[in-house]
């Protein structure tokens, strides 16, 4: 029989937002494989639960001895070793579907926190598909933005009628609340900032 390693982490921007995971499971010693994937909309504490879930299903017909398993989330570790009661209830089915398959492997499972900085495979999996996730979001809504060029900036049309944002593309920087609280965190370009971009992609097409 074999013995797992298994070290998962979940995403979410903002929270509760957009949801990612990441799971990183060695056999014996071994990688076996990675999994990096947005999975909608929730919370952090969800996503968390869910890369758990995701990887006990990868490995459980592997019928291992024994599954360790790295998370970095403490509340995760403290309710599945019975130190936390669960009391959300968007977490209590989440909970019991740990427990549901946990009882379908034959070998024992710990569950063990990790610091983040030594977890940082998984945290970077999850961080990855939720970068993707938030980039196709923004490219979807800036194709039907308007953008008017000025002497040394663009004005970019809001969802709101008559609504504009002034973008500085040289830098690049928006006013808009996405850019100064959500994408310039994520290390992301705003819709209005990709407007641009492809308003300027378009003009040197027809030169």
């Not at 990183?24 to 969800?46: F, H, P, R």
């Not at 291992?64 to 959300?88: A, F, G």
């Not at 990709?194 to 992609?201: D, I, P, S």
Request: with cysteine; proline share 3%.
């Amino acid at each position: 029989m074999s013995k797992i390693l298994m070290k998962v982490d979940g995403a979410c921007y903002p929270n509760p937002g957009n949801m990612a995971i990441g799971i990183v499971i060695y056999k014996d010693g071994e990688l076996l494989k990675k999994i990096s994937e947005a999975i909608g909309y929730g919370t952090n504490n969800i996503a968390e639960y869910k890369a758990l879930i995701r990887g006990l299903k990868e490995v459980k017909e592997i019928n291992p001895e024994r599954i360790d398993i790295y998370c970095d989330s403490q509340l995760l570790v403290k309710q599945l070793n019975k130190k936390y009661k669960v009391k959300n209830k968007g977490i209590i089915p989440l909970f019991n579907r740990v427990e549901e398959i946990i009882r379908t492997i034959p070998g024992k499972v710990y569950f063990i926190w990790n610091r983040r900085d030594n977890n940082v495979m998984a945290d970077g999996l999850a961080k990855r598909a939720l970068t993707k996730e938030e980039i196709s979001k923004r490219e979807k809504s800036a194709k039907d933005l308007k953008v008017e060029q000025k002497d040394d900036y663009f004005l970019v049309s809001s969802s709101k009628p008559g609504k504009y944002y002034e973008v500085d593309i040289n830098i690049p920087q928006c006013e808009c609340i996405d850019f100064l609280r959500r994408a310039r965190k994520l290390k992301l370009e705003c819709k209005h900032i990709m407007a641009v971009r492809t308003f300027l992609q378009e003009k040197e097409g027809k030169r």
